[in-house]
């Protein structure tokens, strides 16, 4: 988790790396949470 200041700009990249990274973290996983 982390903190996105409100008075800059957001971080568009670095939001789809982190997305990408989760969609494919969790591919093969079959519960909602990782364990």
């Known amino acids: 988790m982390f903190l ?6 957001v971080p568009y ?3 789809q790396e982190i997305i990408e990274f989760n969609i494919a973290d969790k591919k093969e996983v079959t519960t909602f949470w990782r364990k």
């Open 4 to 9: 996105l200041p409100w008075d800059k700009p």
């Open 13 to 15: 990249d670095l939001l």
